[in-house]
């Protein structure tokens, strides 16, 4: 049987950029993928924004690793000219009461060490974007937009080239630990092999791989809960050249129905939150009325019939609705008998942010094995 030394499932953003973290010097990588090739699933379903370390609980590695890896992405991008641009952004008071709230949103980020962010005047805000309606805004200059696509095709280039092997439509159906190394299954038979190693990147299906590998999920709190986030678009573009964000909901699951802006300049609005029990994309046309909502507080001179019904992505949540936020995992299960099983779950946003330097974690926890 196949022999690897590290073996990463899941060929999204993480499992890519852990892959070529760990490859070269000798060491045999293996990345398996269900799908006919890398990125079909959340890596290509999110608004593709490096965000800036801005909201996350102080104290997380959600917040760590999202100021670590804006810095490490926007290095990777200038070295390997990954389309990218640090459009900035501004999260939008538009009631006299939400100022309070921006203030709240500084210093939460100051004590995450996100420390370049301003507040703009309305004067400020309407030179930056003359159809924004707010009283006052914070200004964050180190949040930008990258193109996903191009920085996986960069990562799993790289592993390759210093020697691991990307398969796709291979499905880890089975993983059985024999006290030294892990016999995968994929697709339910047709190829096994042996892995001394595992990182399970799987992203929507984590929770299942944990659980493949003989984990109580339930008892370790694994278990993933669907929250879908839709997306509109808008035509003719209000032709923002910053991406645009209200004062989040508080216990609301997201940032709140935002304008994003992709690198040919095209608007979309969302994600919006709505948690699922089945994973399905399509966007239902009725939700516009709610979006034309709230958008407007934003943007007045709105009109309903601009917004068409656009993408969707799914996040990988470990909290249900109303549940205080829950950090990402990403821990070796020695302690549960699994030693060298590298588990990534709840890689929900800013997942895409922290990629590399998530990568150099798993990177730091493996060490020990080789
Ligand atoms: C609506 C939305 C907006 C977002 N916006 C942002 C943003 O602007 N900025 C940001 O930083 N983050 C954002 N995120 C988060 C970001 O997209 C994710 O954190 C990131 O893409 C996760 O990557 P991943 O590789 O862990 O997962 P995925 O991309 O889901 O990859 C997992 C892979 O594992 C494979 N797989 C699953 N099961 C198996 C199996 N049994 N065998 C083999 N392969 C398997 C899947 O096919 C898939 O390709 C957003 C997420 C959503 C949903």
Do not use: W
């Amino acid at each position: 049987m196949y022999q690897f030394d590290i073996t990463i499932i899941g060929a999204g953003v993480v499992g890519l950029a852990v892959a070529e973290e760990v490859s070269g010097k000798g060491k045999r990588v293996l990345v398996v993928e269900r799908n006919t090739t890398f990125g079909q699933e959340t890596s290509s379903r999110n608004s593709e924004v490096i965000h800036a370390g801005i909201y996350y609980t102080n104290g997380f590695l959600k917040a760590q690793l999202c100021r670590e890896g804006n810095r490490l992405l926007y290095e990777l991008c200038r070295e390997r000219s990954i389309p990218h641009r640090a459009t900035g952004k501004l999260i939008v008071a538009t009631e006299e009461k939400e100022i309070s709230e921006l203030l709240a949103i500084k210093e939460k980020a100051e004590r995450n060490g996100v420390d370049d962010l301003s507040f703009l005047s309305r004067k400020e805000i309407l030179q930056r974007e003359p159809s924004v309606k707010a009283v006052e805004a914070i200004f964050s200059p180190s949040t930008g937009i990258v193109d996903s696509h191009g920085l996986m095709r960069s990562f799993c280039h790289h592993a390759e080239a210093a020697g691991a092997t990307v398969v796709f439509r291979s499905e880890v159906t089975a993983i059985q630990y024999d006290g030294s190394s892990y016999e995968v299954e994929i697709n339910n038979g047709e190829y096994r092999f042996l892995s001394a190693i595992l990182v399970n990147c799987a992203g929507l299906h984590s929770d299942r791989i944990a659980k493949l590998a003989g984990l109580d999920i339930d008892a370790k709190d694994y278990r993933l809960k669907y929250c879908k986030g839709d997306y509109f678009s808008i035509s003719p573009s209000p032709g923002f050249r910053h991406l645009v964000y209200p004062v989040p909901v508080k216990n609301h699951a997201g940032l709140g129905v935002h304008a994003t802006i992709d690198l040919t300049g095209r608007v979309r609005f969302g994600p919006d939150v709505e948690y699922v029990s089945v994973l399905n994309y399509a966007v239902r046309e009725e939700k516009r009325e709610s979006f034309y909502r709230a958008i407007r507080s934003y943007l007045p001179s709105l009109r309903l019939e601009t917004l068409s019904p656009d993408m969707s992505g799914i996040r990988p949540k470990l909290q249900g609705p109303g549940e205080p936020e829950r950090d990402f995992v990403i821990a070796d299960e020695r302690e549960s008998g699994l030693p060298g099983l590298i588990n990534l779950i709840g890689i929900e946003s800013p997942g895409l942010t922290s990629c590399i330097a998530i990568a150099r974690r798993v990177h730091f926890l493996i060490q020990q094995y080789l």
